[in-house]
């Protein structure tokens, strides 16, 4: 299993490599970037445009009480942020030992080549240094940290509340296949995985958060406002409060494909030979499906926890987060995908990637420790 492991974790490498090769050259291809989106905000604010670049350096004069970077920004003021965002370098003269700067007649832009920045990124991703944001002035880790308690809220919660729910019905759908209650379970779980999360968020919103019926929950956020000063109860109230309806609408879709994946599994395992010389031997049914059953039939059910998190941790709905105000990690990819905050994306997407890939291996580790009998090594 070691020789396995370590074989799996030298794959990580290259899968890694490639993920980030294929991202890094498609956002070549996206027109506007980072400086294109500072350009459209700044566009006729004059005042922020000066008090960005400053006025000795962007060049920045009034005539006439007028504003000039209307008709046309300086030169000195892109390539300054061409510098900044580390699309380009300031080269100066051998010998040259004045301040670096654009503005010294020693002194040059030169454009760094695409791959160029490329293996200068992965170099600094390898030491776990994903930069500062263009746009947020903070450490795209520490931007991570502070959308992390979101989806952290979404994944684990919806998770944990989905095997909770989904085993015990799974296992009972599969006792009592094609009897009514089979029947019509399967049709509420087949109407509840139709239904759009978005759609069913806002249901709960209409109902539940004060819309036109019931106002028993609130509109947004995680907590409410002084929660720093509530008592350790309150404040455990308070969030379990906060997040009923996100995590109820975030679960939605996903009880009801493991609900159907526990029922198949068990459906499987009961009628394999098994089971049936253990009821031959005069054993209980509860003896058969849980001394027997279910440990074969919980091996994929058990082993993809690690995976389903990932899922839903990392896939936490945009739209949900949306809906009900809450600023986690769909919002930071999306709003960073908008503004071209290519640290934000690159970073984020080199981390979660390595993440992915080593849960990855856990999953595999997990199916060993659910069933020894399990040994990658000689299905190689």
């Keep these: 299993m070691g020789a396995y492991i370590l074989r799996r974790l030298l794959l990580v490498i290259p899968t890694l490599f490639g993920v980030m090769v294929i991202n890094f050259a498609l956002t070549q ?5 980072p400086i294109e989106q500072v350009l459209a905000r ?32 300086p030169p000195e003021f892109l390539a300054k942020l061409e510098v900044q965002f580390g699309f380009a370098r300031i080269v100066c003269d051998e010998g040259f030992t004045g301040e670096q700067s654009i503005k010294s007649p020693e ?8 791959l160029e920045r490329f293996f200068l990124m992965m170099g600094k991703y390898a030491r776990f240094d994903f930069g500062e944001s263009y746009f947020r002035s903070i450490s795209v880790f520490d931007l991570i940290l502070e959308k992390m308690p979101v989806s952290i809220t979404l994944g684990l919660w919806s998770t ?29 779980i087949i109407t509840a995985y139709a239904i759009p999360g978005f759609l069913f968020a806002i249901l709960l919103m209409v109902v539940f958060a ?30 379990l409060w906060h997040i009923t309806l996100p995590v109820i609408a975030q ?9 159907l994946l526990t029922k198949n599994s068990f459906l499987d395992e009961i009628r394999k030979q098994y089971v049936l010389t253990a009821r031959a031997k005069g054993l209980s049914e509860a003896r058969v499906l849980y001394g ?44 960073s995908a908008v503004e071209r905050d290519y640290p934000v ?17 856990l999953s595999d580790l997990m199916y060993v420790l659910v069933d020894p009998r399990i040994d990658f090594e000689r299905r190689e």
């Design 29 to 33: 291809f996206v027109p506007g970037g």
């Design 42 to 73: 700044l566009e006729g604010e004059g005042d922020s445009i000066q008090n960005l670049g400053g006025n000795e350096d962007a060049g920045f004069e009034e005539e006439n009480g007028g504003y000039v970077g209307g008709r046309g920004l």
């Design 107 to 114: 002194c040059q832009k030169e454009m760094i080549p695409a």
């Design 160 to 188: 944990l509340i989905a095997y909770l729910i989904s085993i015990p019905l799974g296992i009972r759908k599969a006792v009592r296949d094609g009897s009514a209650f089979d029947t019509w379970t399967s049709s509420i």
């Design 210 to 239: 004060g819309g036109s019926f019931f106002q028993w929950f609130p509109l947004r956020g995680l907590t409410s406002d002084g929660w720093e000063d509530f008592g350790f109860f309150h404040k455990i109230t308070d969030y």
């Design 251 to 259: 679960l939605i879709s996903s009880f009801a494909v493991l609900t």
């Design 292 to 335: 027997h059953v279910f440990r074969n039939a919980m091996l994929i059910v058990i082993a993809g926890f690690p995976s389903l998190f990932l899922g839903v941790f990392f896939g936490s709905s945009l739209i949900i987060e949306v809906i009900f105000s809450l600023d986690g990690l769909g919002q930071l990819g999306f709003r």
């Design 345 to 361: 994306i690159f970073g984020t997407l080199f981390a979660f990637g390595l993440i992915g890939l080593v849960v990855g291996i």
